[in-house]
């Protein structure tokens, strides 16, 4: 969460952020724990075309720095390339990694799984007996004999609800150290991966998953195959999916495969055996794993990676893959002179999306080869884009789109266009993070808008700008240069500019949002217009869109803001669309060349409101309290406490003129009955002002921005420390807290309708 000061809220006692052994997790269970209500459940992605599905998928695994390093007070690594991403597993070293709440609302966001990690290494032995068998207990009688190892529900009923708990959806299983009861306890480790996946799908939900590492083979030894091979398939079949080691020679991929569809059908296809824990298995289930950081990978890892998914071949042999370390991009090149945000991004974009200038060749370093192994050639430089489909978000009729084109970093903090707080150092906030536009990069893709001119287009370059938004840390920034034309009507061209990709359903009516600014150079003026238009995906007839007229509004700080609705035409079932601007411009001398700029702040799509019968409640703050936990001396003493609210839904003023006829078939009222009809809120922005000695507080557009929520995943508070406080609001009476929220749809709430609560100082305390 962006805030002032150092302070970053603060963790209750049943909000460990990982847990050490198998104990502390019991440690845990004991405790209350209520679900964090502010983490945003899992939405699925709208169904693939059939020739898209058949594809292999992507599994990011996030091992960095040891896991759990994101400051508040800094830019930190943030994984931006979710649409390629089908599943991502936050890695650490303890023996539970629980994601942070953030990284799973980021995930969740743009329809992605993301999974926590079980890891037994080293002296891990006896808990990862105790994970078959559950804990000790004092004083019990004697335990049950029998011929092989007993399996107890409990650490996968404890497991799931965890999971359950802090809103992500299962677990990488990573078992790095022998088990000492050998095949016996291989058996049943398999039977409680079993039990892990059944307590799964009932706390979480069928989306769970269940991913086995490739480390221990069927008689509990440890040998990495990278491949599947039938010394570890009873794990695999255990699992949902099934995750290779690094070091595969060339090879293993295609053997993979061809092991794979030599099994029995009976096996791999979970509803032949009637059984709710058993999954059905495909290539797709098998993650090929690739080392970012090379470590034995075939092709070095860094940007020889593509070398190793070349073999692996997700597109036509249908094996998916598991890139290891990709914050490498980040690890590798921090230390160097000079290094900073902007130079990352640059290099972090290289590697996913390829380079901004089309003409850039991208170096890549030779790859070491083992001894004896032969040479394999292979082409030039791919990004990771170009092995994967690009999935949409989740359909906006099922999950609001919202984005303010944040990568989760920033150096200001915007409401509405003011800046509210500028920092030195930056801030990191991944549940800020939302879609960078994915149509822009690595850069836009403009074409002459219901015109074939023979002449070049523009050329259309993207970035984050950091130095200006409308709610949030950034713009999307889009500039255009065109060179001078002498054709005859070249004092007026038109561009089509594709910004963001959606899957849309029909008989859904929808409404986009966007706000803008442009900037064009001298001679130069803009028409800029919404639009929506239908994408091809998998073949097929390219579907036909309703859009409708726009609206124009200019709103705060200079910004515009424009509105249309869209639909599908009758007889298409879902469809993909690109949501993006026709841009016309108009030169005074077309033969100079021109440039100009938009810079995007916000983009949102969502179902279209009820007419206007219909009663929609308005989204409020209901009331704030502040709890301390702290005397209320003054801040400059030790100042602490918790910040609450609640939120509330109220319909406008009814006016009833007259009595309706007893027989009259129209209702006073209609009331909104869709998922709408209750308010949901992104996050919520904190001020405070100052009770002076003498006089009265000043109005809330005079409070000082101190943060926003989002940290911690519980809904509807902050905690404040005299860390976060500004020094010029402690010398007074007391403090007024004002909490404003930000809905879904990206629309800050007028102050009439936010909260406030203040706290006075204890008499004497000064």
């Not at 953030?102 to 995930?107: D, L, S």
């Not at 390829?354 to 394999?376: F, H, I, N, T, W």
């Not at 409070?703 to 519980?714: E, H, K, M, S, V």
């Amino acid at each position: 969460m962006p805030l002032r000061g150092t302070g970053h809220g603060k963790l209750l006692g049943d909000e460990a952020p990982y847990f050490e052994s198998l104990a502390e997790l019991d440690q845990w269970t004991s405790l209350p724990h209520a679900k964090l209500m502010a983490v945003l459940e899992y939405q699925a992605r709208p169904q693939l075309a059939e020739s898209l599905n058949q594809r292999g998928k992507l599994l990011v695994c996030h091992d960095y720095k040891g896991g759990y390093t994101e400051s508040p007070s800094g830019l930190c690594y943030t994984f931006n390339f979710w649409p390629l991403c089908d599943t991502f597993v936050y890695f650490s070293h303890h023996r539970v990694t629980v994601p942070p709440s953030g990284w799973i609302t980021a995930g969740h966001r743009q329809g992605v799984k993301m999974l926590g990690t079980i890891i037994f290494e080293g002296s891990g032995e006896a808990d990862c007996l105790q994970l078959i068998v559950g804990p000790p207990q004092a004083g019990a009688g004697p335990i049950l004999r029998t011929d092989s190892i007993p399996m107890s529900r409990h650490y996968a009923s404890v497991l799931a609800e965890l999971a359950r708990q802090r809103g992500f959806d299962g677990y990488l299983l990573n078992f790095e150290c022998p088990l000492q009861g050998g095949p016996e306890q291989a058996r049943a480790l398999a039977g409680w991966i079993l039990l892990l996946r059944s307590e799964l799908v009932t706390k979480v939900g069928p989306h769970a998953q269940a991913i086995w590492y490739d480390s221990v083979v069927f008689n509990g030894q440890l040998r990495w195959q990278d491949r599947l091979n039938s010394l570890n398939l009873p794990f695999f079949l255990s699992s949902d999916a099934f995750f290779t080691n690094y070091t595969w020679p060339p090879s293993f991929p295609a053997l993979t495969a061809q092991y794979f569809m030599s099994l029995d059908p009976v096996l791999i296809n979970g509803d032949a055996k009637g059984s709710s824990t058993s999954s059905t298995k495909s290539l797709q289930s098998i993650f090929t794993g690739v080392d970012v950081w090379g470590r034995g990978s075939h092709g070095g890892g860094g940007f020889g990676s593509y070398r190793a998914m070349t073999h692996i071949d997700p597109q036509s042999l249908g094996l998916s893959v598991a890139l290891f370390g990709q914050a490498w991009t980040w690890e590798s090149e921090q230390d160097k002179p000079g290094w900073n945000w902007d130079q990352w991004w640059e290099y972090e974009r290289k590697l996913w999306v390829g380079p901004a200038d089309p003409q850039e060749v991208v170096p890549v370093p030779d790859a070491p080869r083992r001894r004896g192994e032969p040479e394999c050639p292979h082409d030039a430089f791919e990004p990771v884009s170009s092995f994967f489909v690009h999935a949409t978000p989740p359909d906006p009729a099922q999950l609001v789109f919202c984005t303010s084109f944040s990568p989760g970093v920033g150096r200001s903090w915007f409401v509405e266009g003011m800046n509210v707080l500028q920092t030195d150092d930056g801030w990191t906030d991944i549940d800020k993070q939302s879609s960078l536009g994915n149509l822009v990069w690595p850069r836009p893709s403009v074409m002459w808008e219901n015109d074939d001119r023979p002449e070049p287009l523009p050329l259309a370059s993207s970035r984050l700008d950091m130095s200006d938004a409308w709610n949030g840390g950034n713009t999307l920034k889009i500039s255009i240069s065109c060179a001078g034309s002498t054709a005859d009507d070249a004092f007026f061209r038109c561009i089509w500019l594709p910004v963001q990709s959606l899957n849309v359903t029909s008989l859904v009516s929808y409404d986009v949002n966007i706000v803008y600014k442009t900037a064009a150079c001298e001679g130069t003026d803009l028409d800029l217009g919404l639009f929506v238009k239908p994408l091809m995906a998998g073949g097929g007839d390219l579907p036909e869109v309703n859009v409708g007229a726009s609206t124009q509004s200019y709103i705060k700080n200079g910004w515009t803001r424009q509105v249309l609705s869209f639909s599908l035409l009758p007889g298409t079932a879902n469809a993909l669309i690109a949501v993006g601007l026709i841009i016309g411009f108009v030169a005074e001398d077309p033969s100079q060349p021109l440039d100009f700029s938009v810079s995007l702040g916000q983009l949102a799509v969502y179902p279209s409101s009820p007419t206007a019968r219909v009663s929609k409640g308005i989204p409020g703050i209901l009331w704030a309290k502040f709890q301390s936990t702290k005397p209320l001396t003054s801040p400059s003493t030790g100042f602490g406490g918790l910040l609450t609210w609640d939120i509330a839904s109220s319909f406008p003023r009814l006016a009833l003129r007259v009595i309706p006829p007893p027989e009259d078939s129209n209702p006073t009222w209609i009331l909104d009955s869709t998922k709408e009809r209750f308010p949901s809120f992104l996050y919520f922005n904190i001020y405070v002002i100052p009770h002076p000695l003498s006089g009265s507080v000043a109005g809330a557009t005079a409070a000082i921005f101190i943060g926003t929520t989002g940290l911690d995943g519980r809904a509807n508070r902050l905690y404040v420390d005299s860390t976060i406080l500004p020094k010029n609001v402690t010398d007074g009476r007391g403090l007024r807290f004002y909490v404003q929220g930000v809905s879904d749809k990206g629309d800050v709430l007028p102050w009439e309708m936010c909260a406030y609560v203040d706290c006075m100082f204890e008499l004497g305390g000064r």
